[in-house]
């Protein structure tokens, strides 16, 4: 062993002097939700609040319809999580993308 190793612990790679990794990492500024983010918290709200909300408060709302009570319990869920997941889809590819363009 050298008396390097002995100081230092081992080699350890600092690019330009720096003393410590995340000397040249900047923070970016936060620049809040944007149109994608309020989207994905309004239809968020829509699968956390307004669908149960009206299985709960008027189940049969949908069997005036022609829809039966047994499907609308199935799908008034099932609609409502795809949109989510659509939604969170494309509101990540905007912030993936580093667009900050609001559509």
Do not use: K, Q
């Amino acid at each position: 062993m050298s008396s390097e190793d002995d100081d230092t612990g081992g080699y350890v790679h600092r690019p330009d002097g720096t003393a410590g990794s995340d000397a040249g990492y900047e923070e970016p500024e936060p620049a809040g939700f944007g149109t994608r983010g309020w989207g994905l918290v309004a239809v968020l709200v829509l699968c956390t609040l307004v669908v149960p909300g009206i299985i709960y408060l008027d189940p049969s709302v949908f069997a005036s319809l022609g829809i039966p009570y047994t499907v609308a319990l199935l799908v008034l869920p099932l609609l409502p999580a795809g949109i989510l997941g659509l939604t969170a889809v494309w509101s990540m590819t905007g912030a993936t993308n580093g667009g900050d363009e609001d559509d």
